[in-house]
């Protein structure tokens, strides 16, 4: 099986190019694969449309789509959506049964009626606004803290922003002096990465909180380099 989040990827909030979306197509198809295809984060693309579901192009039926209101409302209702074929569905609700009975209907009738509800446009309006103005005080606070220490390239929707650091730098180490100064961040090590990648997630932390927290963590990334001479 392959498991894979082509749009604004968590953690590094990349898309996955149209060409190698046909490669990955080709090969599953070749090898009989079939493929998760995870998008909790198109709705939150905040400008234009996001490229289109692979799913959009699944001619065999062989790609499970799975969405989430986790990230465009609210984690706690624990709500979701999937697009497959009638049999995979069928499957997987019974296993759910058989796990925990399935999810208390009342967070699924809050989730139907703020989809069906004149509200739930404007709110992804918002959420997008917000997501998008908080990913620009980041970027112009790291910008302007660490100019040229640090590489990434600038997400188009999701909530993370996934940098390199140039010095180098262990991610564990500058978590701890990060702490220390009340800042934490995803070492790029939990994600499997090599070490001197950070992931930040900027959709819940407060406007007002954010410059100084840059500001913070650009004092441990100072700090960790003159320390690790
Ligand atoms: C890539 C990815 N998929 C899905 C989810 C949402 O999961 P759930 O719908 O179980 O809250 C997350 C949340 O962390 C995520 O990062």
Redesign the pocket.
Known sequence: MVFL?PNF??PTGTVLKKERRKELLEVASELGLPIVE????SLTAYEGTPPSALKSIDTIGSILY?G????IAA?GL???WMVAPNRIITRLADARQQMDFGLSVIPQQIAAQFLKSSYFEPHLERLRMELRFKRDLVVDALNRELPGLLDFSIPNGGLHLWCKLVPKIHDGKLLEEAIRRGVIFVPGSVYGSASGFVRFTFARAPVAEITEGIKLFAEAVLDSWVGSD
């Open positions: 989040n990827q968590n995870d998008d909790p984060f799975i989430s209101f986790s990230k984690s624990r709500v979701g």
